[in-house]
């Protein structure tokens, strides 16, 4: 059985009191322990939010995640954090490839790739995040996006460094729109992305947790994750709502 993941992220939310008083709420105790979870703060909440959880009855299970990461290992990059000094933090995953840093900032497919091959170098996971535009689905292009993302990350870092990641299926028309692919829609997508994982190697194929993301809620969770090739969630404004994430990680 494939592990089930569900990740919140956060974006640009939050503040330490409001961050605080969500972790406080969300209650991870009664969930199967083989669920992972983990929470994807800004980078300057990262060290307060693995010590509140590390403190935590009830959500000391819980991984934290990183939004963002440099490619290099050091050096002379203002503004950017390595992988290195994440997983000195307690960080345990790291989002890559996000269609806002992907739009917004411009990175493209072969920086996703280096991002990619950074964060699994510090050992941590990379959550790579692939996805077609509107115009793009609308062309007929979704798969041979998608599969160009992925692609990309197969060439950097090979087979042995796919086992490492987690591959994150999100529509950007999806994304923070209130739109959901639907489930069909969804698994379409993933069986590409698997089928893609099984021509390089079954056995990754058969490991590889593949998540959904764009705009889950509680109300349309259980459907998606009952999908075949949909292992759990990234989940953006939902995960800010403690009640709704608690309901999304359940349904996982
Ligand atoms: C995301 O930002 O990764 C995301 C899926 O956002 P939302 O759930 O808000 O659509």
Known sequence: MR?????????MHGSRESISELLATIDSSCLDPAIEIAVCPTSLHIAEVVEQLSKSSKNSRIAVGAQNVCDAESGAF????????????????V????????????????LVAAKTAATISSGLTPVVCV??????RQEGKTE???LRQLNAVVQQIGIEGIEKCIVAYEPVWAIGTGETASPAQAQEVHAAL???LQQLD?????????????????SNAADLFAQ?????????????????????CASA
């Open 3 to 11: 592990r089930r993941v569900v990740i919140g992220n956060w974006k």
């Open 78 to 93: 203002t503004g950017e954090v390595s992988a290195q000094m994440l997983a000195e933090f307690g960080v345990r995953y």
């Open 95 to 110: 989002l890559v490839g996000h269609s806002e840093r992907r739009e917004l900032y411009g990175e493209s497919d072969q």
């Open 131 to 136: 996805g077609e535009t509107l115009a793009q």
């Open 144 to 146: 041979f996006v998608v």
């Open 194 to 196: 698997r089928n893609r």
């Open 202 to 218: 079954a056995a990754l194929a058969e490991t590889t947790p593949i998540l959904y993301g764009g705009s889950v809620k509680a």
């Open 228 to 248: 075949p090739d949909i292992d759990g969630g990234l989940v953006g404004g939902a995960s800010l709502k403690a009640e709704e994430f608690n309901a999304i």
